[in-house]
């Protein structure tokens, strides 16, 4: 059973950083590109970032260039975002999911506030 | 970007009828390799979303075949036959045929 577990979510001040981990099991996850879509209070459903299998390959929406950055640890089965200079825009849940987003994580709420 | 349109905003079904929920695209989704990208997902109340559709028209795996999506390279269509309380939550189109992936706003779907 494929199975995505966030974590590292909580309260944070404006301007500050926040790492976001995803734990993944059920299948081979060194062979799939992963993702990060994001839902603020109340809001629709907004990609994040996108890496390759091998973490060769990454993109990111427009607003978060240069501030977030994703990457992967294949060894764990692991993936990650690091988010910098974060703004109260960047409130939302948090989703790790396997592109076509066929598979979810339960999500992990970010709070950005003073 | 691709903006992908929603309507309606939200509709009320009577359980056993039917409804249809429409994602409008602003550039066709049918790539070179005859493929359009456009899919579908169901939030349900706090819940994580769950896939539906994918590829326009196939059925994702352990989703009921009320569910069917039909569309042309601009215009789709999910259409659920026989809505089940089950059913209730936010719909959303979503494109994959370029970066950045974008959603629709999402369609609401409450039972009368």
């Known amino acids: 059973e494929v199975q995505l577990v966030e974590s590292g979510g909580g309260l944070v001040q404006p301007g500050r950083s926040m790492k976001l981990s995803c734990a993944a099991s059920?299948?081979?996850?060194?062979?799939?590109?992963m993702a990060w879509v994001r839902q603020a209070p109340k809001k629709g459903l907004e990609w994040v970032a996108y890496?390759?299998?091998?973490?060769?390959?990454?993109y990111y929406r427009d607003p978060v260039k240069g501030r977030f950055t994703i990457s992967r640890d294949n060894a764990k089965s692991t993936l990650y975002l690091q988010m910098d200079s974060l703004r109260s825009e960047d409130t939302a849940t948090y989703y790790c999911?396997?592109?076509?987003?066929?598979?979810w994580g339960q999500g992990v709420m970010v709070t950005v506030s003073s | 970007d691709i903006v992908l349109t929603q309507a309606p905003l939200s509709v009320s079904v009577t359980p056993g009828e039917s409804a249809s929920i429409s994602c409008r695209s602003s550039?066709?989704?049918?790539?070179?390799?005859?493929?359009?990208?456009l899919y579908w997902y169901l939030q349900k109340p706090g819940k994580s979303p769950q896939l539906l559709i994918y590829?326009?028209?196939n059925l994702a795996s352990g989703v009921p075949d009320r569910f069917s999506g039909s569309g042309s390279e601009t215009d789709f269509t999910l259409k659920i036959s026989k809505v089940e309380t089950e059913d209730v939550g936010v719909y959303y189109c979503?494109?994959?045929?370029?970066?950045?992936?974008?959603f629709g706003g999402g369609t609401k779907l409450e039972l009368k």
């Open positions: 999911t396997t592109p076509p987003f066929d598979y």
């Open positions: 059920g299948f081979t996850f060194s062979n799939y590109g």
């Open positions: 890496i390759s299998y091998d973490g060769g390959s990454t």
């Open positions: 550039k066709s989704l049918l790539s070179s390799k005859g493929i359009t990208s």
């Open positions: 590829r326009m028209s």
């Open positions: 979503a494109q994959f045929l370029e970066y950045p992936r974008t």
